[in-house]
């Protein structure tokens, strides 16, 4: 978000809601469609927002 000068308001305008970012903030869970719609409001792709760690189940 830094480095394309995207706010959180305009995310909040971007129908991404506080939960969300309260969610993304605190790194939890978000659906496909959140990620979508990520991705569009700062012109990347998923690659660009999501880290898969492995853990040790």
Do not use: H
């Not at 830094?2 to 706010?7: A, G, R, T, Y």
């Not at 939960?19 to 719609?37: M, S, Y």
């Amino acid at each position: 978000m830094k480095k394309k000068n995207i706010s959180q308001y305009r995310l909040l305008k971007c129908k991404i809601d506080n939960k969300t970012l309260d969610a993304l903030k605190k790194n939890n869970n978000i659906t496909l469609l959140t990620l979508e719609r990520l991705c569009n409001i700062l012109e990347c792709t998923p690659n660009d927002i999501v880290r898969f760690v492995k853990t040790d189940d």
